[in-house]
């Protein structure tokens, strides 16, 4: 168990809908991370947060949005959804914001979009 | 920006032989080189990891090594175990980048 934790487990849901990703990182890491993980595309980096604060963006579609709250969890929001977007969707913690910190990796979120 | 190349993408071998996966990256900057396990249904998990400054680094049955001159690294694991099998990713960054670049994966098959 890495100690970070994410919700839903698993997602099905329309094209065109709205949903939620929750993770709550490890107890003490500043540093939030969002891949997505497709069977043709491996790990793609979508956005980190550091402290509440964005502090890097990769491949994230402006259809995507994140957010770090004050307690630290953060949440993936995506919208306006395609087939495309079903994914696992994993989200990572760390202590700092440096690539030199270990990532801890949490179960992930299976979204499906139908 | 950084570009890590994967090989081979699955890896068949019979308990008790090594693996060998290797990693080419295209950022001279670069110093900083992971190697993640992810296990079926599972996230990924760091197993070993080597900085720039050693061209070697072993942890029991596995062993990374590196040479910056090439731009290459590879994940050795010795006497394989069926519990070895698993998706492995590389990863390559720096410092100066918040974010380490990940290899595509090599899905290791240990077959008893």
């Known amino acids: 168990d890495s100690g970070v934790t994410q919700t839903p487990k698993h997602l099905i849901t329309a094209t065109g809908q709205r949903v939620t990703l929750r993770c709550s990182p490890r107890?003490?890491?500043?540093?939030v991370y969002w891949y997505q993980q497709s069977l043709d595309q491996g790990l793609q980096f979508l956005i980190q947060?550091?402290?509440?604060?964005?502090?890097a963006k990769g491949n994230i579609l402006e259809r995507f949005s994140a957010q770090q709250f004050p307690d630290l969890h953060s949440e993936l929001n995506l919208s306006s959804l395609e087939l495309g977007d079903s994914a696992l969707y994993f989200c990572?913690?760390?202590?700092?914001?440096?690539?030199?910190?270990?990532?801890?990796f949490g179960p992930g979120t299976r979204l499906t979009v139908l | 920006g950084e570009n890590v190349e994967q090989h081979p993408s699955t890896l068949s071998v019979q308990e008790g032989d090594s693996a060998v996966i290797k990693c080419t990256y295209s950022d001279s900057a670069s110093n900083y080189f992971p190697w993640y396990k992810q296990e079926l249904g599972k996230g990924p998990q760091l197993i070993i990891d080597i900085r720039s400054n050693v061209g070697e680094k072993k942890d029991q049955r596995i062993a990374v090594t590196l040479n910056k001159t090439a731009k290459h690294f590879s994940l050795h694991i010795t006497e394989t175990q069926p519990e070895d099998s698993a998706v492995y990713f590389c990863a390559a960054g720096s410092g100066g980048s918040y974010i380490p670049t990940f290899g595509r994966g090599t899905s290791l098959i240990v077959h008893p």
């Open positions: 947060y550091y402290n509440g604060e964005e502090r």
């Open positions: 990572a913690s760390s202590p700092g914001p440096s690539s030199y910190n270990e990532q801890f």
């Open positions: 107890s003490g890491d500043l540093s």
